[in-house]
Structure formats: C-alpha cells, structure tokens
T-cell receptor, first 114, second 112 residues
Framework: DAGVTQSPTHLIKTRGQQVTLRCSPK?????VSWYQQALGQGPQFIFQ???????QRGNFPDRFSGHQFPNYSSELNVNALLLGDSALYLC?????????????FGNGTRLTVT | QQQVKQSPQSLIVQKGGISIINCAYE??????FPWYQQFPGKGPALLIA?????SEKKEGRFTISFNKSAKQFSLHIMDSQPGDSATYFC???????????FGTGTKLQVIP
C-alpha cells in the first residue's frame, strides 16, 4: 500500500524563477493538502484540493497556486520565487467529508531558492 | 498570529523517564487535537489524537491530557526510549479536520 509520494525530493532554484512540485496521494484518498515547513518551524497550511477545486486556503500570496487531477494527484506551483520560499513543502492526503480522517504526509520536497 | 503555542522548544529525557510536552490554543472552534511525530528527513506522522469531549486518551506509552476550560493539552510519553527521539508537533483542527494548525515543535532527545 503506497503512501503519499512527492517529487522531486530536492530542488534548487534562483530568485524570480517558477517551480512545480508534485504529489500522489495515498491509495483510497481523494483530498490533497499542501503545507510549507520552514526550518525549525511547524508546517503551515497553504491550501487544500478536493474534486479538482481549491477548497480552503491559508495565508499565502497568489504566487502559490495548485491543481488537482482526476486521479487525485496534485501539483503545487510557486511563481516569482523569493529567498523566503526556501522550505520543505509537504503534501498530505486524506478523505474528504465528515468523520475523522487524519492527514497522511509525504516526506516532502526540499526547495532551496538562491 | 500563532494560534497553537507549544513548549518546551527542546527536551532531554533519560531512558525510562517521562517526556511531557505542552500546548495551548486560542481558537475555541478547534475540535480536533492531533499530535504528530517527525523524524529527520521524513514527513510528520500521526501519533495520537483527541477530541474535546474527553479529558484523556491513552495509546500504549503515549497519553494526551486535555483541559477544555484552560484551552490546553499535553502529550506524555511514558518509559521514554531512544527511538522516541524526534520532533513532536501538537496541532489543532476544525471543520472535518482537513485544515490543521501546527505548533512550533519540540525536539525530544532520549539519552541512554
């Protein structure tokens, strides 16, 4: 049973560039959430996708955008990269709707912006 | 605005001892309080979770204590082992638990 998989594992970009990160949810899950984890900090919620639509969004600028595909996989896009965007980006999957559906996290993509 | 405050930032405990991590929240709409464990190079993994209608939940060596009136909750790790050395995050969620707010983390080191 494959868990949440993310690619790439590491990425180095230059300020001003654009980046796309990818996530495949755990089998049976239909919802994908993205989190940003700065060094030494807790993860911060970016946004959540269900049925190919953004359902909730955290306090992140429009430079952060996403997409969910019919197979439930998801992409996170960040435009006009800033040095402060350097972080571990975590994807989490779950099942949408009522009831307790804990988040299952991938191991993240480490983004370094130089 | 930090909605979930966590302490201590780091903790050193001897093998066999009790590790205690405390959290406090502000938003009374929170109705789901999970704890996550994160090892270096890995994503967070759910350890144990509690809802505010119970004051305590125990799973093996891990216990959550919850004080709704004080808006505080804590994680106790009994008989701490070196393999428990990791960063622990408390968190809080609402509305179907899809959006979760994390604390700042506690780095636990269990020494032999």
């Amino acid at each position: 049973d494959a868990g949440v998989t993310q690619s790439p594992t590491h990425l180095i970009k230059t300020r001003g560039q654009q980046v796309t990160l990818r996530c495949s949810p755990k089998s049976g899950h239909d919802t994908v959430s993205w989190y940003q984890q700065a060094l030494g900090q807790g993860p911060q919620f970016i946004f959540q996708y269900y049925e190919e639509e953004e359902r909730q969004r955290g306090n992140f600028p429009d430079r952060f955008s996403g997409h969910q595909f019919p197979n439930y996989s998801s992409e996170l896009n960040v435009n006009a990269l800033l040095l402060g965007d350097s972080a571990l980006y975590l994807c989490a999957s779950s099942t949408y709707g009522t009831g307790e559906s804990p988040l299952h996290f991938g191991n993240g993509t480490r983004l370094t912006v130089t | 605005q930090q909605q979930v405050k966590q302490s201590p930032q780091s903790l050193i405990v001897q093998k066999g001892g009790i590790s205690i991590i405390n959290c406090a929240y502000e938003n009374t709409a929170f109705d789901y309080f999970p704890w996550y464990q994160q090892f270096p190079g890995k994503g967070p993994a759910l350890l144990i979770a509690i809802r505010p209608d119970v004051s305590e939940k125990k799973e093996g060596r891990f216990t959550i204590s919850f004080n709704k009136s004080a808006k505080q909750f804590s994680l106790h790790i009994m008989d701490s082992q070196p393999g428990d050395s990791a960063t622990y995050f408390c968190a809080a969620g609402s509305g179907g638990y899809q959006k979760v707010t994390f604390g700042t983390g506690t780095k636990l080191q269990v020494i032999p």
